[in-house]
């Protein structure tokens, strides 16, 4: 990989060399949103921590890995965001940068919208996908966790109850695995790395364990511990393509 090409020359001449910038493409579990809480009567807001969100783990890693190089961090990610909303501000958040790798991370939000709109959620990262390779850059689609499997009894609140509900159902009727399915032929027919994440979160899940437990919100973001899966799966990707 290109990527590691970069560090190595870094590392090995960093007086003419530059560093390495990655772009993190995503929703409010890139941005690093973890508890939610009721802003007002028919709002919903949340505790935002990018010391623990899984690119600032990535960042870490690397910095033992080869603590003599910078690696420039792009967050990139925005709470609600879908595919389509990233593809309208692609420029203006990530190829603006110039990023030398970008992690495109998308599903939850736009499964939500249920099946009817999967064809846009494929179109749209699509596109993404075409523009990033045009541009240059390397690519590697991370697929989300799952959502809530069940209703958390330490969800009291209505509004938020009315929330989680809405992703119980798209989790528990295959919604979200369609989507994920949907978005690796994607991958497939754009020649597209994947860090299948999604696949370890069903592994547990299988396996028995709670997985509403491991999110945060008890909904959708994983808790800060979980975001360690995310960061260690991503260096483990770089390192076998």
């Known amino acids: 990989?290109?990527?590691?090409?970069?560090?190595?020359?870094?590392?090995?001449?960093?007086?003419?060399?530059?560093?390495?910038?990655?772009?993190?493409?995503?929703?409010?579990?890139?941005q690093g949103c973890f508890e939610v809480y009721r802003k007002?009567?028919?709002e919903l807001e949340t505790v935002f921590d990018k010391t623990?969100?899984?690119?600032?783990?990535?960042?870490?890693?690397?910095?033992?890995?080869?603590?003599?190089v910078p690696v420039n961090i792009i967050n990139a990610g925005i709470s609600g965001g879908t595919a389509l909303h990233a593809l309208d501000r692609l420029e203006r958040d990530v190829l603006c940068q110039s990023p030398d790798l970008v992690?495109?991370?998308?599903?939850?939000?736009d499964s939500s919208a249920g099946m009817d709109k999967i064809g846009v959620y494929t179109k749209s990262l699509g596109e993404i996908f075409e523009r990033l390779q045009n541009f240059g850059t390397e690519i590697i689609f991370m697929t989300p966790n799952m959502k809530c499997t069940d209703?958390?009894?330490?969800?009291?609140?209505?509004?938020?109850?009315?929330?989680a509900m809405l992703n119980v159902?798209?989790?528990?009727n295959k919604t979200m695995d369609n989507y994920i399915e949907a978005a690796l032929k994607v991958c497939k027919d754009k020649g597209v790395t994947v860090c299948d994440c999604y696949r370890k979160w069903k592994k547990l899940s299988d396996s028995g364990i709670n997985i509403t437990q491991l999110l945060s919100n008890k909904i959708n973001h994983p808790t800060r511990e979980m975001n360690y899966m995310f960061a260690y799966s991503l260096v483990e990707t770089i390192f076998e393509m």
């Open 103 to 109: 992690i495109v991370c998308f599903g939850l939000n």
């Open 169 to 172: 159902e798209s989790q528990i």
């Open 40 to 42: 007002s009567e028919k």
């Open 1 to 30: 990989m290109k990527f590691i090409e970069k560090i190595v020359e870094k590392q090995n001449n960093n007086y003419e060399k530059r560093g390495v910038t990655v772009a993190f493409l995503g929703d409010s579990v890139t």
């Open 151 to 163: 209703l958390s009894c330490h969800i009291t609140d209505s509004l938020i109850k009315e929330v």
């Open 52 to 68: 623990c969100a899984y690119h600032k783990y990535f960042a870490d890693i690397f910095s033992v890995l080869c603590p003599s």
